[in-house]
């Protein structure tokens, strides 16, 4: 089960820093996490609790990888 965009999560303002801001459980800022679940951290309190709910982080693809990739590889 899979989202486009996780982006339902708590923020807060960082302090100091002008439109910035970060998720309140896991202080990653939000244009880090870039609505992707595994933005935040595994420790972060939504992630665990979307995890449980069924949803994956899937894990970051490079661009590079992604351009080179040759299927003949695969074995
Ligand atoms: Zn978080």
Same mark, same amino acid.
């Given at each position: 089960?899979k989202?486009l965009? %996780?982006?339902?999560?708590?923020? /807060?303002?960082i302090e100091?820093?002008?439109h ?5 459980h896991c202080k990653v /800022? &939000? &244009? ?8 935040h951290l595994?420790?972060? /309190? %939504?992630? !665990?609790?979307?995890?449980k +709910?069924?949803?994956?982080?899937e #894990?970051?693809k490079s #661009? /590079? !990888?992604?351009v080179?990739?040759? +299927?003949d590889?695969?074995?």
């Amino acid at each position: 089960m899979k989202k486009l965009y %996780y982006i339902d999560y708590p923020q /807060e303002h960082i302090e100091g820093q002008m439109h910035k801001y970060r998720c309140v459980h896991c202080k990653v /800022e &939000t &244009t880090i996490i870039n609505g992707r679940l595994e933005g935040h951290l595994p420790s972060c /309190e %939504y992630r !665990i609790k979307l995890e449980k +709910a069924g949803y994956e982080a899937e #894990p970051v693809k490079s #661009p /590079e !990888i992604l351009v080179s990739h040759d +299927a003949d590889d695969f074995d």
